[in-house]
């Protein structure tokens, strides 16, 4: 099935809902990332988006679903 996902969630994307999955909050990963809160709720809206899901847990539990991780 990876390979099936291959590129549904960028690298960045990947980065973040790995790290969303070990517990960071939006201000931990913001700081981890060298970026602005704000880009990582981008980054979330996206993901949530192409996962289908509607939360930052049923983001992580899907990308798990689908192998992403």
Do not use: C, Y
């Not at 099936?4 to 201000?27: T, W, Y």
């Not at 980054?43 to 049923?58: A, C, D, P, S, V």
Request: glycine share 10%; no cysteine.
């Amino acid at each position: 099935m990876r390979g099936e996902q291959e590129g549904l969630l960028s690298p960045r994307e990947l980065q973040i809902i790995r790290r969303v999955a070990d517990g960071h909050s939006n201000k931990a990963l913001a700081r981890l990332l060298f970026v602005s809160e704000n880009t990582v709720e981008t980054h979330l809206r996206r993901i949530n988006g192409k996962l289908g899901t509607g939360n930052r847990m049923q983001a992580v539990a899907r990308a798990r679903e689908l192998g992403l991780f």
